[in-house]
């Protein structure tokens, strides 16, 4: 959202949510900054939109249509598929930064068995390389597994995934505590 509104063509690349619920996640994140709070709860229906909802949703609707904001919920889940489609969504929206979230749940498309770590390595490597090529910035998102404990994530946490430690130039690692306990 902050860089398109700075001018960035960014490309959300969904595999696991559809176009709807990025759109309503984006409304509900827009509208708060636009004056207007649309609770995302409301788009799940959770609670009773107000009257004034629909307004409002319009109105982030309008700003995202206008945006460089573009959204892809190919279901293609096998790496070769994925590139495919990634290379013809970078393509023709011009993006400059392309978001793929998240990567964990791509399907090998070899018939070669491999193991979930040497299969992610192959991913990391195979997604840097096509960032590389259309010279796109990538923030590629992964689920790691939940600790125990509700501990922070440390890079330890990334374990099977740590090809992408050494592909990427920044890892930010998220947490949002069990607020259960």
Request: net charge negative.
């Amino acid at each position: 959202k902050n860089m398109a509104q700075q001018g960035v063509k960014v490309g959300m690349f969904s595999i696991e949510v559809k176009t709807e619920t990025v759109i309503f996640k984006l409304s509900s994140m827009l509208s708060g900054s636009m004056g207007f709070e649309i609770p995302y709860s409301t788009f799940r229906g959770i609670t009773i939109p107000k009257e004034e909802h629909l307004d409002s949703f319009v109105e982030t609707l309008k700003f995202l249509k206008n945006s460089n904001i573009y959204v892809n919920d190919s279901s293609r889940t096998t790496i070769s598929d994925l590139e495919t489609e990634v290379r013809r969504f970078i393509k023709v929206n011009e993006l400059d930064v392309l978001v793929i979230d998240h990567l964990g749940i791509v399907k090998n498309d070899t018939h070669t068995a491999m193991k979930r770590n040497d299969l992610l390595q192959h991913f990391s490597m195979r997604v840097a390389g096509l960032l590389k090529d259309c010279d796109v910035a990538g923030l590629i998102m992964l689920q790691l597994k939940r600790s125990q404990n509700n501990e922070m994530p440390t890079m330890d946490s990334l374990g099977e995934t740590s090809q992408y430690e050494k592909d990427a130039h920044l890892i930010y690692l998220l947490h949002q505590p069990d607020l259960q306990e």
